[in-house]
């Protein structure tokens, strides 16, 4: 997985999780999370991106496997000091992930 695949991996799965709970503080986090706001690599809070990707290319030269995915954004959300967002990404199997990766290809 490229940086911005997984990215938007992530997004996906939380977004998914906000769907079945409706968590205001989660919602907030997906609004400036939102990779699809505008064209090209980003996201609508251009440094909640930039923070991303700097850490992942710290970590992986250009991609990495579905499962290293699933951790690096498991250890980068928790990293955040949110809740939320470790709360819904807890929910999250790598089972699950690893199909919706698949699926996406």
Request: aromatic share 18%; hydrophobic share 35%; net charge negative.
């Amino acid at each position: 997985m490229t940086c911005y695949e997984l990215y938007k991996m992530m997004f996906y799965g939380l977004d998914d999780q906000y769907d079945l709970n409706k968590n205001e503080k989660l919602g907030k986090f997906l609004s400036a999370m939102n990779p699809f706001l505008f064209k090209g690599e980003g996201s609508a809070d251009p440094s909640i991106y930039e923070k991303f990707k700097v850490e992942y290319e710290s970590n992986f030269s250009k991609e990495c496997t579905i499962e290293e995915g699933y951790y690096f954004a498991k250890e980068w959300l928790k990293k955040q000091n949110n809740v939320e967002l470790n709360n819904a990404f807890e929910k999250i199997t790598i089972e699950e992930w690893i199909e919706a990766a698949n699926k996406m290809k």
